[in-house]
């Protein structure tokens, strides 16, 4: 079958969560399918990337972001009542690009990653349309609400609405709609009753991601995610400014490592304390979390399976989480998982 696949960051390398998961997609689909892959980049430095993907797709095409211009189609086109982030990639010339490829490719199917891409494939009805939505993301806006700043809380109040009504018309007119979790689909369905929603949860790499069998470092804590994400940043701070003071009470030479890429400013300045510190990327995770005694990942709010779990669950940490990154995982408290919903249970699980 030829497949067309749609993504709106390029899904190569495989770093980050939403990169991940589309290009396992892709490395899977292209075993028995013949695909085609476009793709927005962020600059011109990635294009150094499209021969890794050519090795899953027959042909790649790829249109450059430029922020100005995204700015200026979501001000156009605001009107249309879409989420802002499909509005910011909504392009003329990404149109043009795929109503290309389909007139002049045969293919008999579509898949996209993230409703953001959607539109360009929504009239193409003459295909099986598969959108992988991965989690319902107005369900993590309306529980990350209480935890914005009230200028940002007041454009997610908006936003929330137009990704509601979005989620929905997109899993109700797409042939498929795919999630990770179980909690998302139930969610999703009860809103679109008429959706062919399929639980599609992502897997762990057990070459990348083992038990080493080295010694960890006594009393070590670690957080691993990609840091200018706002639910990692939450977390992060959450940890190092509430539990971590209520553990050192008890375990004062417990120390924090914060590891992940493109940390944000206000992550940077936590690594000014002297028991904290802010990695950034790491080329070898797995043996940063063979190092850490306990893994803490407090997200108080977030949609969907947390990957960043399951890689520390395969390196054989002990997981310190919360309830509702469990709801995801589904894992057995007490027994599979330690799960805490407040600092001074979470210090206590550390502990």
Known sequence: MRILCLTSRLP??????DRLRAFHFIEHLSQEHDLSLVSFIADEAERDHLPALRAYCHDVRVLPMS???????????IWRREPLQALYYRL?????????MIATT???AA???LF???PYIADHAQLYRIVDLTDVISKEIDLSLPYRHPASRAVYLLERKRINRYEQWVAQHFEETWLISNSDGQAL????????????????????????GQSCVPDSLIFVGHLSVLHNMDAATHLAQDVLPLVQREVPSCTLNIVGADPAPRIRQLGQSAAITVTGFVPDLNAHLNNAAVFA??????????????EAMAAGRPVVTTSLVNDGLGAQPEREILVADDPTATAQQIV
């Open 111 to 113: 898949y996209v990653h």
């Open 106 to 108: 045969d293919f008999q």
């Open 297 to 310: 990942a407090p997200l108080r709010f977030a949609a969907g399976i947390q990957n960043k779990v399951l």
């Open 189 to 212: 369905a009860q809103a679109a009753p008429r959706a062919n929603i399929r639980i599609v949860p992502n897997g762990i790499d057990f070459d990348q991601f083992y038990p080493t």
């Open 67 to 77: 922020p100005g211009r995204s700015a200026i189609s979501t001000a156009l086109n």
């Open 12 to 17: 190569y390398p495989p770093n980050r969560g």
């Open 92 to 100: 003329g010339a990404m149109r043009r690009m795929v109503d290309d």
């Open 116 to 118: 953001r891409m959607a």
